[in-house]
């Protein structure tokens, strides 16, 4: 064979050999885009799904959130009312709202699967699932969960690499705020107000009261079990707060905020420390949780 013979023969191999290459990558992506998915949710169900959710419907404000954070917003056929993040959720039709959701528009929407928080009745879980909808209860018990989720919802709508990534800033960032936020010997005893009236609070096992021992604090309220108990204003007072903490919408003071001048003899109100935080932020597990944590690290220095 002479050289240019040669040549030639050596280039058509390499021809055949990348359309090979090619043909294989894309049968490789054709199975991805059919192959099962898989994960655990919070309620700890197994949601299977026979292939990643190219339509999805979230329940709840921060599902909407943890779902475009993992890479699938793209995905998103419907939500909920209240869902305004990030700003192309409010152009997607809704679903119902806090208290009620239309099974009709969602059954419409053809979703493959169905993000959703704690507060979706039993019943109506049970109809989304006897018109065969995948569901994932989405309710992070800590910080990290969060991240948790993000990777989870990935996996499910087939866009793992990008919800890694997501969950690796969130960790990094919320790693960084731990590690500059002070080490006090004594930490600041911290009432956190929901509302008023009645008095809502936090109690110990909700993801705020991670928040505020990771600044520094220590919820007063830290003993109660329920997430957000109803307490007195002479429970507040007995407590003896060094720093009130009202979250409310853009962290705009709440009128009941002020109330607590009634009692200039509660370290907090003594020493001026009436605060406020984004209620958006931090009553929301979601990937702006971590700004929430800033926004309290900030306030409680």
Request: proline share 7%; with cysteine.
């Amino acid at each position: 064979m002479d050289a240019v013979a040669s040549r030639v023969a050596h280039h058509g191999s390499a021809v055949v050999c990348a359309a090979f290459a090619v043909a294989v990558a894309a049968g490789l992506a054709a199975s991805a885009a059919h192959a099962e998915v898989s994960a655990v949710d919070d309620a700890g169900a197994r949601v299977t799904l026979a292939a990643p959710a190219t339509r999805i419907v979230t329940l709840a404000p921060h599902a909407t959130e943890l779902v475009f954070a993992a890479g699938a917003g793209a995905h998103v056929v419907g939500v909920v009312a209240g869902s305004d993040y990030p700003p192309a959720a409010r152009a997607l039709p809704q679903v119902g709202d806090a208290n009620t959701v239309d099974l009709e528009r969602i059954v419409a929407a053809r979703p493959d699967l169905v993000v959703t928080w704690p507060y979706t009745t039993s019943a109506q879980l049970a109809a989304l699932r006897a018109h065969g909808i995948a569901v994932f209860t989405s309710s992070p018990a800590t910080i990290a969960g969060i991240a948790d989720d993000i990777e989870r919802i990935g996996v499910l709508a087939g866009t793992s690499a990008a919800a890694a990534q997501s969950a690796s800033a969130f960790r990094a960032r919320i790693a960084a705020i731990a590690a500059a936020a002070p080490q006090r010997a004594q930490p600041l005893a911290v009432f956190y107000e929901i509302w008023d009236p009645p008095i809502f609070t936090i109690g110990g096992h909700h993801l705020i009261t991670e928040a505020i021992t990771l600044c520094g604090g220590r919820n007063v309220f830290a003993g109660l079990e329920i997430a957000a108990p109803v307490v007195t204003a002479e429970a507040v007072i007995a407590a003896k707060p060094d720093v009130i903490v009202a979250g409310a919408d853009d962290a705009r003071p709440p009128s009941w905020l002020a109330r607590w001048n009634a009692w200039p003899s509660v370290p907090a109100v003594a020493h001026g420390r009436l605060v406020t935080v984004d209620a958006n932020l931090l009553h929301r597990p979601g990937p702006r949780f971590a700004d929430g944590v800033q926004q309290l690290c900030t306030v409680l220095r």
